[in-house]
């Protein structure tokens, strides 16, 4: 069984960084894309940033429009970890922020394509 664990969230004014870590317990972990979502209250689920598994050209970042450039996703296979650096944080970044793997190397936007999912650590962004 998958299980994926999420840590650094936190309250942060508006402006600053954080760094949000998902350890995972998962064999060949090097080989599937992971992703970061993220619920605001009253919300619904939406993708962050995504890394694909190692494929036959190496691994690839995605972000959703509203925190390109602002933040970066990463991973260290040795680990089994991947992380999300947030920098320049707004308050519409509030939100729980959850981990999920992939089914495959590839990953996506879309929730459906990820078959594991973290607790979610929250984040508060404060004005």
């Known amino acids: 069984q998958v299980q994926l664990v999420e840590s650094g969230g936190g309250l942060v004014q508006a402006g600053g960084s954080l760094e949000l870590s998902c350890a995972a317990s998962?064999?060949?972990?090097?080989?599937?894309?992971m992703g970061w979502f993220r619920q605001a209250t009253g919300k619904e689920r939406e993708f962050v940033a995504g890394?694909?598994?190692?494929?036959?050209?190496?691994?690839?970042?995605y972000y959703a429009d509203s925190v390109k450039g602002r933040f970066t996703i990463s991973r260290d296979n040795a680990k089994n970890t991947v992380y999300l650096q947030m920098n320049s944080l707004r308050p519409e970044d509030t939100a729980v922020y959850y981990c999920a793997k992939s089914a495959d190397s590839l990953g996506g936007s879309y929730f459906y394509k990820y078959d594991s999912w973290g607790q979610g650590t929250q984040v508060t962004v404060s004005s």
């Open positions: 890394i694909t598994g190692n494929t036959w050209n190496g691994v690839n970042t």
């Open positions: 998962v064999n060949t972990f090097s080989t599937y894309a």
